[in-house]
């Protein structure tokens, strides 16, 4: 059944998943936002998409001090790093796209899920600094930009050539969850904190000739005027409030009004991110718990929130023990909704509500067997028949991957929502020992037992190497060919460590050759991150290769050397297979 939105999108911050966070809606800051602060140590998967629903690699994705770059299923991984309990801010990065960021309530010792969909950063038209000018989106949001009002990152007086690159988010579009910045907690002029219902939203970026980012002149104004969905305009104000996007703590700002205009929200800003039509919402907190009728837990499920008198709807992810929460709408009729994500089969759905305080909710049962919800288990041993105690598994079902740690015991549990395929694949990795499975098709049964799997194959591909004193292994790397160069990639994660490596070299016959460009991100939870390069600005490491191969064919390896300014030495080996 898929999601109708019938009115405003109102996206309520079931997407933390924490214990309880208080925030005091009547709190007043004049000069500075405090924003809540509560440290954990907590764990994120998050998959990366593009428009297409394509996997997205080599996005850099940034978390407080931490730092990973997807792999070639568009996945990322923190484990056990120092998280905020009360709003962790989480940011990607990609040339080509709008950077976004989301922002998480994660729980302490659990993990979170991060579904992200990657804007393409596309030019909406040139113009001279001097004359000003107006661009439009495909969907007819407009942008006025002032004559002789633009400067750059030093605040020199720009009067060159002028390209915006933009975009326009419909507040009605399925996969606004996914495209969006943040999800919509905002702080009012007041300093009050709120929750936001968004009547549309654009973002812009300015670059002048030279690529150099630019910014609109103290004392300058641009316009921005964003077209009401018709399902929107009887219940769109004549005025309502504006707010822009504030990266680094994940909130909306409020700054300025738009009014009403022929259908139209026209209003003036006085610079780019992105902004916001939205109206604000007093909050009560509310958790909740999905389960399966034998009382575990259902994790990754799409949880959504409607408001029975407007069509208000806000949706959340289910953590690794099933639990949602954030703050809804206080005093309103809500329909709570649970679906399999992506392709939003309805698990469930009730009434709930009104709410004039805080709320725990009763745990949702769906039900194992019926559509879009299955049950996995399987038990891991290692070459000697011990149980693996040092892995994890890779699911695959419906294109979508579910990444699931193996046990102390050297098993897996996991109920799973899917999109209702006929069968799945999975692949074992004992870390410990550099070992894989084979790669196992199975059909999705209600219960999918598959019994005991051996992992005990030599790792079809893998990154090995040592810097600066630390040594790790990276499964499943990625490699390939553009031009005359190659490129190596992987990342991976183990014992309170996560760590990323990429590599440039030669595209040519084999033989040994300098290497372009190596970086290193090994960061410990807790504790910090260290990188380990060199390229552009030292010289770099050696690498010695088999030679450029057809896709589909393997490319080993090995390098050593010097990095960082001939401070830390860097050895390892590869074999990985050329995409």
């Known amino acids: 059944m898929l999601l109708k939105r019938i009115l405003t999108l109102l996206l309520i911050s079931v997407v933390v998943f924490g214990c309880r966070k208080d925030i005091d809606n009547d709190i007043t800051i004049t000069e500075t936002i405090i924003f809540p602060k509560e440290d954990v140590i907590a764990s994120m998967f998050a998959q ?58 994660p729980q302490a010792d659990k993990t979170s899920y991060i579904n992200v969909k990657l804007m393409p950063r596309m030019s909406l038209g040139s113009f001279s600094a ?47 969850f996914y495209t969006m910045p943040g999800d919509l907690r ?40 964003l077209p009401i969905p018709q399902a929107l305009e009887n219940s769109a104000p004549a005025s309502i409030p504006l707010w822009h996007f504030d990266e680094n703590s994940g909130y909306w700002l409020e700054e300025g009004s738009a009014q009403l205009e022929s259908g139209r929200y026209v209003g003036e800003v006085s610079h780019f991110s992105f902004w916001n039509c939205d109206y604000p919402y007093d909050l009560v907190y509310m958790e909740g718990s999905v389960i399966v009728l034998d009382g575990t837990p259902v994790s ?35 329909i709570l909704t649970v679906y399999s994500p992506y392709c939003n089969i309805e698990l469930n759905t009730l009434n709930i509500g009104p709410f004039s305080e805080d709320v725990i909710l ?10 879009g919800l299955f049950q996995l288990t399987a038990s891991w041993v290692d070459c000697d028949g011990q149980p693996v105690t040092d892995g994890f598994a890779k699911v695959t079902v419906d294109g979508i ?11 897996i549990f996991a109920n799973l929502p899917y999109c209702g395929g006929e069968t799945g694949t999975i692949i074992g990795y004992d870390v410990a020992n550099e070992k894989e499975s084979d790669l196992i098709e199975f059909n999705i049964e209600p219960f999918t037992d598959l019994g005991t799997v051996v992992i005990c194959e030599e ?33 991976g994660e183990g014992d309170g460590f996560a760590y990323s490596m990429d590599m440039t070299f030669p595209n040519s016959s084999p033989g040994t050759f300098p290497v372009d460009s190596l970086n290193i991100f090994i960061s410990e939870g807790g504790v910090g991150t260290y990188y380990f390069g060199c390229g552009s600005f030292s010289e770099c490491i050696d690498v010695n290769h088999s030679g450029v191969v057809p896709v589909g064919e393997t490319v080993t390896g090995s390098f050593q050397g010097e990095t960082n300014g001939g401070t830390v030495t860097v050895n390892g080996n590869f074999k990985a297979i050329m995409e």
Do not use: C, H, W
């Open 48 to 105: 990366i998409r593009n428009q297409d629903g394509d996997p997205v690699e080599d996005v850099f994705v940034s978390l407080g001090t931490e730092s990973r770059t997807s792999d070639e299923d568009g996945m990322v991984y923190f484990k056990d790093v120092s998280m905020n309990a009360k709003g962790t801010v989480v940011k990607f990065e990609k040339e080509g796209f709008f950077d976004i960021s989301k922002i998480f309530n």
């Open 130 to 176: 001097t004359d000003g000018g107006t661009v439009s989106t495909v969907a007819g949001a407009k942008i006025i930009l002032p004559a002789n009002g633009f400067v750059d990152d030093a605040g020199n007086v720009y009067n060159g050539e002028v390209t915006v690159y933009g975009t326009y988010l419909n507040p009605l579009a399925e996969d606004i």
């Open 186 to 225: 905002a702080v009012d002029a007041e300093g009050a904190f709120k929750q936001l219902a968004t009547y549309g939203m654009i973002g812009a970026e300015l670059e002048g000739a030279s690529g150099e980012k630019l910014q609109i002149g103290e004392g300058y104004v641009a316009t921005i005027s």
């Open 300 to 334: 990754g499920a799409l949880v959504t929130i409607q408001i029975v008198p407007s069509g208000f709807t806000g949706y959340g992810v289910t953590n690794s023990e099933g639990i949602f929460e954030g703050f809804i709408p206080a005093n309103e009729e809500l």
């Open 362 to 371: 009763e745990p949702i049962a769906t039900a194992v067997g019926q559509e």
């Open 401 to 411: 991957n579910n990444f699931l740690p193996i046990s102390e015991q050297g098993t």
């Open 459 to 491: 790792l079809s591909e893998y990154i090995i190497f040592e810097a600066g004193g630390y040594q790790f292994t990276i499964l499943d790397p990625a490699i390939y060919s553009i031009g005359d160069r190659m490129y190596l990639t992987g990342g």
